[in-house]
C-alpha cells in the first residue's frame, strides 16, 4: 500500500480527525488511487496508532464517497464517474457562494483584508497563467490555480460566522477536492477567472454580500437551475 507520510506525532487535534485528513489526502494525491483496497492494519501501523481511529476515519470517507467498505471483504478507494464530478462541482458552486455572501457580509476587517489578498493572489496567478483565453491549460497550471482558489473558499467557510455551515463545509472537503482534481479542464479560462475575482475582491471590500455570491455563482455557471443531474 502506498505512504502516507509517517507515524503521527501528538497534536492537540483529535486523533481520528488527523487519519482521516492523512487518508484523505493520500486520495485526492492518487496515492491512494481509485480501486486500490485498504487494509485498516497496514495504515495504523504505518501511522503508529491504533485501528480504531482509522475505522472511524474509513467510516467517515465512506459516508462522503471517497471509499467503500465491505464488512469482511474489503475496503477501496471508490472510482469518480464524470456525473459525479459535475455534480460535486455544482455543489461546490452553490456552497462557496453562501459561504462568500456570509462572509462578506460579516468579516471583521482583519479578516476582510486576509480574503481581499487571497482573491487577488487568485487574479495574479490566473493572469499569469498562459493560454488565458483558453479552457485547455496543462494540468500543472492548472493544480495551483486550484490551490488558490481553495485557500480562498476554506477562508471564506472558516469566516462566514456559522458553525452548522462551516462542519458541513469541511467533512464533505475531501470529495469536493477529489472532483476538481478528476476535471482536467477548468469551468472558466484563466482570464475570465481573473476578470470575476477583481470583481469578487471589490464586492468584499464593500461588504456587499449578494454580489460575491452572484459572482460566485457566475463563475460556476449556476445562472440557471440546471435539471441534468437529477
Known sequence: MPG???????A?????????QRI???IIDRRLPPGARIRDLDI???????RMPVREALQRLERIGLVEMSASRFTRVTEISEREIEASLEY????????????ADRMPDEERRRAIELTRAVVARCRATEPADSLEVDVELIVPIYEDLNELYAFAAAACGNSVFLRSYNEAWFGL?????GKPNLIQTPAAIADAFERLAEAIADHDGKAAERIIRAMFLLTEVRTDLL
Not at 487535534?13 to 482521516?20: A, E, I, M, S
Open 4 to 10: 502516507i507520510t509517517g507515524p503521527i506525532e501528538p
Open 24 to 26: 484523505g489526502q493520500a
Open 177 to 181: 477536492r477529489r472532483a476538481q482534481r
Open 12 to 20: 492537540p487535534q483529535r486523533l481520528g480527525d488527523t487519519v482521516y
Open 92 to 103: 461546490l458552486g452553490y456552497q462557496v457562494g453562501i459561504a462568500m455572501r456570509m462572509a
Open 44 to 50: 495504523a501501523a504505518e501511522l503508529g496508532v491504533s
